[in-house]
């Protein structure tokens, strides 16, 4: 089998299957003589900014002298992205390799009378296993769905667990209120490895301290006290976090996306966690702030045009907070938005936000090129029960760019949201 043939084999398992993930992959990991125990694991769960709060810790880690391993979901364009080494994804032979292995083991699972390995579980012990062997300084691990039952709470011995924002997403498998939510991503937290959260609630906080209790492990809440924002520009945002760690240092994000000064801070507390003795070099990690930059979150790919990954309800809250300060700066500006998602996704609460903020002088829907794309027809349906602006539709990624791009004027703005789907098929088309 070569590379093409293990991807393809690879994304053809099944999504989910009657074991949890972390029963599948927990044994996977033992017949392969439990390859996780040698790593220094930071896990990281949450409903939004997992994936950014993963890149600043690496990004500092990496400054600061250490190899990092990164383990993140999903990918953009190639799937190689999940698997990385100070930023250097895992080459396609090393797939391989890592690929007949974990095929291997999913077979002797089968005879046993197990599920084999879903997708991410298998992905997942790859990433494992490649760890294992060029073992980095730190891995950083960050989960596929929930925490409790996702593979990745096969880990068992870790440094730090990190647990970011939490909304309602998943709800058919992770409940429907954000207390149960937040049950599952507290599932991360196991004895001897410190906790960090950021504080969505009251009853959110007393889950995760009650967790940490039981686990006799240290907690700390990271919430929008926690730092102060100190000037705003385009591309850039200064703030300061109420630390004594940091005392009055001052950091700065490359990125327009106010949600990233939250995940950045998280990031930060994770830090001085780490080091508790506080002999790292502060100003390493401001540079490391400074020039981290996580694909599809307010990215700029082109002048005047942003990516965002946001598909829930509160990751569209948080864009629509940038969209419309980004419009503030431009009043006389035009501003139009591209927009795909998937049909398991609150589309109806997204697309109603997003017709309500009233920042969009026009919306084109397109279809995303997945089996679990919702149809640019139900969308175009939402759309218009709650705005009066033109509605554009194209079913094609590409042409749907195009025509959103034909509709700017000068220094007029694109943002383009909905599913990271979406943010992956324009990256492609635009590398291409």
Not at 132 to 151: C, F, K, Q, S
Not at 196 to 206: A, G, H, K, L, Q
Not at 279 to 298: P, Q
Request: hydrophobic share 40%.
């Amino acid at each position: 089998m070569n590379y093409d043939e293990a991807v393809k084999y690879i994304f053809g398992l099944r999504k989910f299957g009657q074991e949890p993930g972390v029963t599948r992959a927990g044994r996977a990991l033992k017949l392969l003589g439990n390859p996780e125990e040698s790593l220094r694991v930071i896990h990281v769960a949450g409903t939004n900014g997992k994936g950014s709060v993963c890149a600043y810790l690496s990004t500092a880690l990496q400054e600061l002298g250490y190899t990092v391993g990164l383990f993140t979901s999903p990918h953009l364009v190639r799937v190689n992205e999940r698997i990385q080494i100070n930023g250097k994804l895992i080459t396609d032979e090393d797939f391989l390799h890592y690929f007949e292995q974990v095929e291997k083991v999913s077979g002797h699972m089968q005879e046993e009378g197990y599920d084999g390995l879903a997708f991410f579980d298998f992905v997942f012990v790859m990433a494992v296993l490649y760890f294992r062997d060029h073992n980095p300084d730190y891995v950083i691990m960050e989960t596929g769905l929930g925490g409790r039952t996702d593979a990745t709470a096969a880990l068992m011995k870790k440094q730090l667990s990190i647990i970011t924002s939490i909304s309602l997403d998943h709800t058919e498998i992770l409940g429907d209120t954000i207390s149960k939510i937040a049950v599952e991503k507290a599932g991360i937290i196991v004895p001897d490895a410190p906790v960090v959260y950021w504080r969505t609630n009251d009853e959110v906080s007393r889950i995760m301290e009650k967790k940490a209790e039981e686990c006799q492990t240290v907690c700390f809440a990271v919430d929008e006290n926690s730092y102060e924002i100190h000037k705003m520009e385009r591309k850039d945002i200064d703030f300061s976090l109420h630390n004594r760690y940091y005392e009055n240092s001052m950091f700065t994000i490359r990125n327009t996306g106010l949600y990233q000064v939250m995940n950045a801070s998280l990031a930060l507390q994770a830090l001085c966690i780490l080091n508790p003795d506080g002999t790292w070099d502060l100003d390493k990690i401001a540079v490391a702030i400074r020039k981290t930059c996580w694909a599809g979150r307010m990215e700029e790919i082109e002048q005047n045009v942003y990516l965002d990954g946001a598909h829930n309800p509160d990751g569209i809250q948080r864009f629509l907070e940038t969209a419309a300060w980004l419009k503030g700066q431009e009043p006389g500006k035009k501003m139009y938005l591209l927009f795909g998602a998937v049909c398991e996704k609150d589309y109806e609460s997204m697309i109603e936000e997003i017709c309500g903020q009233g920042c969009f002088d026009g919306y084109v829907i397109t279809q995303i090129h997945n089996q679990r794309a919702l149809s640019a027809g139900i969308m175009e349906q939402e759309f218009r029960k709650h705005t009066d602006k033109p509605v554009y539709v194209q079913n094609d990624n590409h042409k749907a760019y195009v025509l959103a791009k034909k509709l700017l004027g000068e220094n007029d703005m694109l943002l383009c949201a909905g599913s990271l789907y979406l943010v992956g098929a324009i990256k492609e088309m635009i590398g291409e």
